[in-house]
């Protein structure tokens, strides 16, 4: 089994996170941000990944530590279940149309960190979500879990849906790049042998 445990204690968060890459959608989130809960249960439902989040923050605050922080956990936890990452197809990418909104993605998981992030968010709220958050929360993932993530906006208006079009499209793109590929099973994808 693919999983991983992850708890971060900072001054800011207490988070305990697990993770099944090889999940059916089944998720578990209280974060204390109830849009990034919505977001986090779309991508583990379209990821297929089994997700669970408990999350204490300094949401008196803003979101700002806590949506970073969970990215991070997040990004640590697909670090430690991908392991050596042995078998895995190690790209993937996706268009998703989300209404009049449609998003691109792709993503290697290459052990180097790089974030492309072309989203034209119209709004800077979402109810009391701060929109510009949703970068950094990709931002702590990639950085954590070591690959490069590119996400474009082709076109949208409307903010909830640019930003669930996004979380989907990223949690499919990385069902793809983890999935183990029988014909390379024992193979790490990769002709320098290491990722």
């Known amino acids: 089994m693919r999983t991983a445990e992850v708890t971060r204690k900072t001054a800011e968060t207490d988070i305990s996170l697990k993770l099944n890459l090889d999940g059916s959608g089944k998720s578990n989130i209280n974060t204390g941000c109830g849009f990034l809960d919505h977001m986090l249960v779309l991508f583990a439902s379209h990821g297929r990944f089994d997700l669970d989040i408990s999350c204490k923050g300094d949401t008196y605050v803003d979101y700002h530590h806590t949506v970073e922080d969970i990215g991070i956990a997040l990004g640590k936890a697909?670090?430690?279940?991908?392991?050596?990452?042995?078998?895995?197809?190690?790209?993937?990418?996706?268009?998703?149309?989300?209404?009049?909104?449609?998003?691109?993605?792709?993503?290697?998981?290459?052990?180097?960190?790089?974030?492309?992030?072309?989203?034209?968010?119209?709004?800077?709220?979402?109810?009391?979500?701060?929109t510009e958050l949703a970068?950094?929360?990709?931002?702590?993932?990639?950085?954590?879990?070591?690959?490069?993530?590119?996400?474009?906006?082709?076109?949208?208006?409307?903010?909830?849906?640019?930003?669930?079009?996004?979380?989907?499209?990223?949690?499919?793109?990385?069902?793809?790049?983890?999935?183990?590929?029988?014909?390379?099973?024992?193979?790490i994808p990769s002709t320098k042998g290491v990722l």
Do not use: W
């Not at 079009?165 to 024992?186: C, H, I, Y």
């Open 135 to 187: 970068q950094e929360f990709f931002l702590g993932f990639i950085r954590n879990a070591e690959c490069s993530l590119h996400i474009k906006m082709l076109s949208g208006k409307n903010t909830h849906h640019i930003l669930e079009g996004a979380f989907k499209s990223v949690a499919r793109t990385l069902r793809e790049a983890v999935q183990l590929d029988e014909e390379f099973k024992n193979e």
């Open 78 to 130: 697909f670090y430690d279940a991908l392991g050596e990452k042995r078998g895995i197809r190690r790209y993937g990418d996706t268009i998703l149309p989300m209404d009049e909104a449609l998003i691109m993605s792709a993503v290697d998981f290459s052990g180097r960190s790089y974030l492309g992030y072309d989203l034209e968010i119209p709004t800077e709220k979402v109810g009391d979500f701060d």
